[in-house]
């Protein structure tokens, strides 16, 4: 179900809580939210639509194909080469912010089926990733 996009900077600003199975159904509500907005949005975190557990979807772009992706729980263990840029985001109102990004990351997650899982990202997709797992920690960009 599409949800509604939250703008509260306090809200979004807090640490998302470990998803569960019980969550799967915000997994899914959070993908079709990501796809209404898919002419100016890559990816989403839980707290975007109002709850907050470390929940993220985005556009994968890794593969041959690109394709949506769910994940619960996403840590990233690794990174490697940093680098500057500018981001916006959906939930937030003002001009592109810069941060710092990392070309490669290796990340922990855990599937819609409660599997965990280690994948290697980079580039684009790596940099979405980064966003909204800062999301879930309570970064603002």
Same mark, same amino acid.
Not at 121 to 137: G, M
């Given at each position: ?13 807090? $640490?998302? !809580? ?6 799967? %159904?915000?997994?899914?509500? *959070?993908?079709?939210?990501? =796809? ?41 263990? $690794?990174? !490697? ?6 981001? %916006?985001?959906?939930?937030? *109102?003002?001009?592109?912010? =810069?941060?710092v990004r990392y070309k490669k ?7 819609v089926d409660m599997q965990k ?22 970064v603002l960009i």
């Amino acid at each position: 179900m599409i949800k509604e996009l939250m703008h509260d900077p306090l809200f979004l600003a807090g $640490k998302s !809580e470990i998803a569960t199975k019980e969550d799967v %159904s915000v997994a899914y509500d *959070l993908l079709d939210t990501l =796809k209404a907005h898919k002419d100016r949005c890559v990816g989403m975190a839980a707290n975007m639509i109002g709850v907050k557990k470390r929940i993220i979807a985005f556009l994968d772009e890794s593969g041959i194909f690109p394709t949506y992706t769910i994940m619960l729980n996403p840590v990233i263990i $690794k990174k !490697e080469l940093p680098y500057h840029t500018q981001e %916006s985001c959906l939930s937030l *109102l003002g001009a592109p912010k =810069k941060c710092v990004r990392y070309k490669k990351i290796r990340l922990s997650y855990q599937t819609v089926d409660m599997q965990k899982r280690e994948k290697d990202y980079s580039d684009w997709t790596a940099q979405i990733i980064q966003h909204e797992v800062d999301h879930c920690n309570g970064v603002l960009i």
